[in-house]
């Protein structure tokens, strides 16, 4: 089934079988995690709303200050696998120069739905921006599923919520924008998607119906795609940047040579690594308030 291989990123990976890369991403994100815990100061298992599962990790550069830009991670995991206690690829080159990283927690199916799932993504921000109104700028950082919750951030309406983040910078790496093709796979099966839902949950297609232009012309968005990620998953990145520069967002498109679906994200732990030092680049270049 095409459809059903398309969507299956294990499926196209090629230094490894289907089963290891899993497992080394797994593995790597659990060593990176262990050692972010053991060599950072950090506030775990923070509560960001009154839900079991609403929970996010806060990890500090060296000399706490909490002026100091944050970075919040999304996992990926279709929705319906990984945890923010296996995710901390990218706090120790990250808060060694300086940037605050917070790892977020949400409900995966099959207890959260789409729709609550991005209301979870919604309030941890709102929640850093209220803990930490000093932070010197707010990026999100989402790695495929986490990547499609990050990007309907985009979107997402503050009024409500009595805050503005501070947002000035998206790394969407290996995302998802237009749900529509999983409702056909077997991905669907926890996740119980209609077709309106994939709708109500797709930045692609919001984006397009969109009117509004973005409130902060300066924030970056880095749309991502890893070579060896499958012909989809190049097609929705590339559609999704198009879409982006179409509606007058600072929008950048990268293609990470020689890298799969998992490698891209699982390498963040590397200082050396090319997106590490995008998005570092991307955060510490920007002029510092106060
Ligand atoms: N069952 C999927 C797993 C998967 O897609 C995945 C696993 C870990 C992190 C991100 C993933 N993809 C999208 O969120 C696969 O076969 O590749």
Request: glycine content about 6%; charged content about 20%; some cysteine.
């Amino acid at each position: 089934m095409e459809l059903e291989d398309q969507y299956s990123p294990s499926r196209w990976v090629i230094r490894r079988g289907a089963e290891e890369a899993l497992r080394t991403y797994s593995h790597i994100g659990d060593e990176a995690t262990k050692k972010a815990r053991a060599t950072r100061k950090s506030l775990l298992h923070v509560p960001y709303g009154d839900g079991e599962g609403e929970k996010l990790d806060i990890y500090f550069p060296e000399g706490v200050s909490e002026a100091s830009p944050f970075c919040l991670f999304f996992h990926g995991g279709y929705w319906q696998s990984g945890s923010k206690d296996t995710s901390a690829f990218m706090v120790n080159p990250l808060t060694e120069q300086g940037v605050t990283v917070v790892v977020v927690a949400y409900d995966i199916a099959p207890k959260g739905t789409l729709d609550q799932m991005v209301d979870q993504v919604t309030r941890s921000i709102v929640f850093v921006q209220k803990q930490y109104p000093c932070n010197e700028g707010i990026y999100l950082c989402g790695h495929s599923a986490g990547a499609h919750l990050a990007a309907m951030m985009l979107l997402a309406n503050w009024t409500k919520h009595g805050v503005t983040p501070n947002l000035k910078g998206f790394f969407l790496l290996s995302g998802i924008y237009d749900l529509k093709p999983i409702v056909y796979t077997s991905q669907n099966a926890p996740l119980l998607m209609t077709l309106e839902d994939a709708q109500r949950n797709s930045p692609q297609l919001l984006l397009e119906a969109a009117l509004t232009r973005p409130l902060d012309p300066a924030c970056h968005v880095l749309v991502s795609v890893g070579q060896h990620d499958s012909p989809e998953f190049h097609r929705q990145s590339k559609e999704f940047y198009q879409i982006l520069r179409q509606g007058g967002w600072n929008a950048s498109f990268e293609e990470i040579h020689d890298m799969d679906h998992f490698e891209i994200i699982w390498n963040l732990t590397q200082k050396d690594y090319v997106l590490t030092q995008m998005i570092l680049r991307t955060i510490l270049q920007e002029p510092r308030r106060h």
